[in-house]
């Protein structure tokens, strides 16, 4: 099946509609698993616990394994894609995600199931950049804000939805099925895109920069390590958090300048020189923020303040990824009649609008605002997802779409990780603050508190006394959650400047500007 460029200076391959839709059904299926496997396992940590009887700190890895060497192996896609061919490592990124995730629901201890995790994470750090870049290429630009819609749908639904389908295979089956279900999955979408998928050029032109490889994978791994493990070990008072912190910024320090005066850097500087993608990379990092820390935040409202369990919970939160659904299909459609900018606007606008109303829940707050607001935020962010990823790549030169598609995913990725560290950090400060502060204020007032409670409670009994302190811890708690969510608009908030320096993406039959990168030499490419 052969598949050409429609025309000059335009990456887009002309297909039969029937051979596009099985390409972008067999890629979202990998997406989607990917998506749903930064989530879904979440809830299954305490049985894990259980079963290969290991402690809390544990158990982490299991998390924290997966998203680390998933950010590590990202920058690396581009590069071995242009090497080897994209199909190629396509292909080979579903098989050993297939196989891992097998190897995680079959592991014997936590240990085989931390090598087994990490190695999952690194076989699909593949399949978002791929992703986005393959739907790009088989897209014509006017398409381009549908396309991006239906990858947004896998990408951003999929976390939201995992803790639910988590819950629900560990409780009917048991948590060796958060494992199982991928594989089933990453057979089908091997067969389509082996079948369907086009071989795309091979640039052998470009030497791979280790040194620029070995100091980003060390930036990025310790400062993924200092975050997920900063709350746990009382962040900077703990010397492996100030240890990790030094590293990581050394190397990354190190690794720019690296970047902006090697020949042949492993992250071309090229890339950063289009202005809407570099500021819509700042964009998708506040993305990633609301879409990662607001679901936990929210899950541990339900839970610790509303007493929700984990099933209840995470049916609670499913109305989210419903809004989002629902925000991807209308920016399908209004992003080829209207500006991209004022629809990103009109996105952002509405998640700060859902979450100034989180703001303000209490332990009382009914099932109905929660939900409502859930439904507002996903749409919002589903009205955020796609302009910012068609103005970002309108305007990128095809020989830089696999390299940006890679950046893009690590920069909601990192924006994800900081912002889940932020809020732990901001719920625990919070929470121990106010009640601390609490239990000042009410200590002078024993006798009066006493008096007024009469009978019906006895501050002289340590039951009575008991009974004031989880008073006001629960009310520490509701404030905490009130500051985390407050903070979260701040950081939406932070990233509308950035929608002044954006520019309108070219209309269909305009060509984008490519000048920042010279397309790879016919000589220095190779089929596929």
């Not at 609301?290 to 049916?315: C, H, K, P, W």
Request: charged content about 10%; hydrophobic content about 50%; some cysteine.
């Amino acid at each position: 099946m052969s598949a050409a460029p429609a025309a000059p200076g335009d990456a887009t391959l002309v297909l039969p509609p029937s051979r596009r839709i099985l390409i972008t059904i067999g890629v979202m299926s990998a997406s989607t698993l990917m998506a749903l496997d930064s989530t879904i396992a979440n809830v299954a940590l305490p049985s894990m616990r259980g079963s290969l009887s290991a402690t809390t700190d544990q158990i982490a890895w299991v998390v924290t394994g997966y998203i680390i060497a998933s950010a590590i192996a990202t920058p690396l896609v581009a590069a071995l894609s242009g090497r080897l061919g994209r199909k190629t490592i396509f292909l080979s990124s579903i098989v050993a995600f297939s196989v891992t995730s097998a190897l995680c629901g079959l592991a014997s201890s936590l240990g085989e199931l931390v090598v087994f995790r990490v190695l999952q994470g690194v076989s699909g750090a593949a399949f978002y950049p791929l992703s986005q870049a393959i739907l790009l290429d088989i897209t014509p630009r006017e398409r381009y804000g549908q396309s991006m819609a239906i990858f947004g749908l896998g990408v951003m639904v999929g976390p939201i939805l995992g803790p639910t389908l988590g819950g629900f295979l560990t409780e009917e089956l048991s948590w060796r099925w958060v494992f199982f279900i991928n594989v089933p999955f990453t057979v089908g979408s091997f067969v389509l895109l082996a079948l369907f998928l086009p071989g795309a050029a091979r640039d052998r032109s470009r030497p791979f920069d280790l040194f620029g490889f070995v100091l980003l994978s060390l930036a990025l791994g310790s400062l993924q390590l200092m975050l997920d493990r900063g709350e746990g070990q009382d962040w900077f008072a703990s010397r492996e958090i100030l240890l990790e912190l030094g590293i990581g910024s050394t190397a990354l320090f190190m690794f720019l300048v690296h970047m902006l005066t090697s020949p042949s850097p492993y992250v071309s500087p090229a890339v950063f020189r289009d202005r809407n993608f570099a500021n819509g990379l700042i964009v998708s990092a506040a993305v990633g923020v609301v879409l990662y820390s607001g679901s936990i935040v929210m899950s541990t409202f339900l839970q610790e303040l509303r007493g929700f369990d984990v099933m209840q919970a995470g049916l609670l939160l499913a109305p989210r990824g419903l809004g989002t659904a629902v925000g991807m299909l209308l920016v399908g459609r209004l992003i080829q009649r209207y500006d991209p900018r004022g629809i990103l606007l009109v996105g952002l606008t509405i998640v700060a609008i859902s979450l100034v109303d989180m703001a303000h829940f209490t332990a009382r707050t009914d099932v109905m605002p929660i939900l409502f607001s859930g439904v507002l935020q996903g749409l919002g962010l589903g009205l955020v997802f796609v302009p910012i990823s068609t103005i970002g790549f309108a305007t990128l030169p095809p020989a830089l779409r696999n390299e940006g598609a890679s950046l893009h995913t690590l920069s909601r990725s990192l924006g994800g990780s900081a912002g889940v560290a932020l809020s732990a950090a901001i719920l625990s400060a919070r929470t121990e603050g106010d009640f601390a502060r609490s239990l000042a204020d009410v200590a002078p007032l024993d006798r009066d508190f006493a008096r007024l409670a009469g009978p019906l409670l006895d501050l002289s009994s340590p039951q009575g006394l008991e009974i004031v302190r989880l008073m006001l811890a629960r009310n520490a708690l509701e404030t905490a959650h009130q500051a985390t969510f407050w903070f979260l608009f701040a950081m939406v908030l932070a990233a509308v400047p950035l929608l002044l320096l954006l520019r309108r993406p070219p209309r269909a039959g305009v060509p984008a500007p490519t000048s920042a990168a010279p397309a790879p030499h016919p000589s220095d490419a190779a089929p596929e």
